[in-house]
């Protein structure tokens, strides 16, 4: 009974420790409630390849990889609103075996400020045609400090 407490707790505080807020101020549309990732689907003009291209186009391998130790998951998650605007960037940290790390900080910056530059969103609709409040998030998979992967595709 113990261990789902703990697992909730940590996730928690998870969140909490490995949160940064970094973008200006940022209302959701309507009453404020946020459709998740997957339904009804957010897309981006030029889709996942022009996502893709955004950040390996500058993303330093010879700058990063220099940075010993620095293998893992960096998840940038946010909300997109109902005018495409984007907020509420929360970022966390996991080692390639998932359990809770940091990052060099020259690295999850980078991923950081490239998720928030990202300004082409199509807004999202429901099944009835509203345009609706969305949220988003990307993990960023690095070993010693090359970008290997991009998802979700």
């Known amino acids: ?9 940590c996730l928690f505080c998870n969140n ?20 998740p990732y997957y339904h009804p689907e957010l897309k981006y003009k030029g889709g996942f390849w022009e996502i ?13 990889q220099v940075l010993k130790n620095n ?9 997109v609103n109902c005018k495409g605007e984007t907020g509420d960037f929360k970022i966390r940290q996991c080692d390639l075996d998932y359990q809770p790390i940091t ?6 910056d980078y991923l950081m400020t490239k998720t928030i530059e990202l300004k082409d969103w199509i807004i999202a609709k429901d099944e009835d045609g509203k345009i609706v409040n969305s949220q988003k998030f990307f993990s960023f998979r690095i070993k010693e400090g090359i970008l290997l992967e991009i998802l979700p595709k």
């Open 71 to 79: 293998s893992g998951i960096v998840t940038v998650q946010f909300n």
């Open 1 to 9: 009974m113990l261990k789902p407490i703990f697992i909730i707790l």
């Open 16 to 35: 909490l420790i490995f949160s940064q807020q970094k973008d200006a101020p940022f209302t959701l549309c309507d009453d404020g409630s946020v459709h």
């Open 52 to 64: 893709k291209q955004h950040f390996q186009s500058t993303y330093s391998t010879a700058k990063f």
């Open 103 to 108: 990052l060099n900080k020259k690295i999850t």
